[in-house]
């Protein structure tokens, strides 16, 4: 079993990582009426949240803020911004576009041709199709593929073709997205992904 510093630097690389918190300015469907009022039980983000964390500055001053009161006490750390205040993502698609302009995914379907061109499952969907689709038209080193399109192996897919192969033959970094939304919420943002779904009938 790995500990939580080995996790980093398995993703990140070797180093010592303080957490930065930071405040997007969002709320909480669970207090906001969307699904509840009031918080969970353990939602006291005043309790957790340092001094520099607040909504009215933007997340680059708020990292600052952070790498500079942390620095005083910690040195030769590498920083880990940290969502701890509500939802980073409770808001429509125009403004969290404009609070993330660094983050962009594109989305490649995949229409499932190996399979005869009617099927729209995405587990379904094979390494054959992604390359015949993708080959020279990916921009970024880094493909996202869901894992429903993998067997139980949970690295080889319908055709035979493993995840390590299919990333040689597009020569990008294929990584295997979880089928939940805040698992595959995580994932994206890890890094800018180009996502290989099926295409709709």
């Known amino acids: 079993m790995r500990t939580y510093?080995?996790?980093?630097?398995?993703i990140?690389?070797?180093g010592k990582y303080q957490k930065l918190t930071l405040n997007a300015g969002?709320?909480?469907p669970n207090r906001d009426g969307t699904l509840g009022y009031g918080g969970c039980i353990y939602c006291s983000n005043q309790a957790f949240s340092p001094a520099y964390c607040h909504a009215a500055a933007t997340l680059e001053e708020q990292l600052q803020a952070g790498r500079a009161f942390f620095s005083r006490k910690y040195r030769d750390k590498r920083w880990l911004p940290y969502f701890q205040t509500y939802t980073?993502?409770?808001a429509d698609l125009d403004e969290l576009?404009?609070?993330?302009p660094m983050i962009e995914v594109k989305v490649h379907p995949i229409k499932n041709n190996f399979f005869g061109g009617n099927v729209g499952v995405a587990?379904?969907?094979t390494a054959t199709d992604i390359i015949a689709q993708c080959e020279g038209r990916l921009s970024s080193g880094t493909l996202g593929v869901p894992a429903v399109m993998l067997r139980e192996e949970k690295d080889t897919f319908l055709d035979d073709m493993t995840i390590e192969q299919l990333g040689q033959r597009l020569g990008v970094k294929v990584e295997v997205l979880p089928t939940s939304g805040g698992d595959e919420a995580k994932a994206l943002l890890r890094s800018g992904l180009h996502i290989a779904r099926r295409r709709r009938p």
């Open 97 to 100: 576009r404009r609070q993330y």
């Open 12 to 14: 990140f690389g070797p």
């Open 88 to 90: 980073s993502t409770n």
């Open 5 to 10: 510093a080995e996790y980093l630097a398995s």
């Open 26 to 28: 969002h709320d909480c």
């Open 123 to 125: 587990g379904l969907v």
